[in-house]
């Protein structure tokens, strides 16, 4: 399939996001496929993250986008291994955001929110827990269960920075694990190994500069209008 080139406005700074190749979305499920012409003409209105949308987060002091794949921890619990990855074009990077409930395909996603976010390829969750990571020490982030299994170490707390009520992409946000009270974290620490030049992902405790993201490439869901 060609790739569609990006068309220039002036309009919105955003413009690049929207315009995305279609080929980066050749591995997603047949639904995504079929929706991506319309969702690459939404308007600067429909730039909110919404439930069922399949975002990047990329790590706001680094660059990095939060990644996983198909690789164990060595050490802790041994479950998926979580990374930043420095690459945007990596499609194991790419994570479909879900609600605790029965939220609708297109709600919005209000701050202090509980929500989930499932690894596309892999199909297992953002977990966190007691387990110490694999190079600060600090609290493991893996990715754990499938699409029928899941618990509340896949739960996180949308906080948004500043004044905004709803996620949109221009936000800066922190995720906060639910069952330990951990940020999500980055930091330049990266391993050497399985994942060499890939950075370390943790929880920690504190608020810090290190631990802000920003959604950035994906698939943005518009938002379903209330009848």
Not at 96 to 115: C, F, H, L, N
Not at 143 to 167: A, H, M, P, Q, V
Not at 170 to 195: P, V
């Amino acid at each position: 399939m060609e790739r569609m080139q990006q068309r220039q406005s002036t309009s919105s700074p955003h413009n690049s996001t929207r315009w995305a190749r279609v080929d980066q979305f050749k591995l997603y499920p047949n639904i995504i496929q079929e929706m991506v012409f319309v969702l690459l003409c939404m308007c600067p209105s429909s730039r909110r993250i919404t439930y069922g949308s399949t975002i990047k987060l990329m790590h706001e002091k680094t660059k990095f986008r939060l990644h996983s794949h198909d690789v164990p921890y060595g050490s802790g619990s041994g479950q998926q291994s979580v990374t930043g990855f420095p690459g945007v074009d990596d499609a194991n990077s790419y994570w479909m955001v879900r609600s605790t409930y029965a939220a609708k395909q297109g709600d919005p996603i209000k701050s202090g929110s509980i929500i989930r976010l499932q690894h596309m390829k892999t199909r297992r969750w953002l977990h966190s827990h007691l387990h110490a990571s694999p190079i600060s020490g600090n609290m493991e982030v893996s990715c754990f269960g499938d699409d029928n299994g899941s618990d509340t170490g896949d739960y996180w707390r949308l906080e948004i920075e500043g004044s905004g009520k709803t996620w949109r992409q221009d936000q800066r946000i922190r995720l906060q694990h639910m069952d330990t009270a951990g940020y999500l974290h980055s930091h330049d620490k990266k391993y050497t190994r399985i994942a060499g030049g890939q950075q370390e992902v943790c929880g920690v405790k504190e608020k810090r500069p290190d631990n802000v993201w920003l959604a950035a490439e994906g698939v943005y869901f518009p938002v379903t209008e209330s009848k």
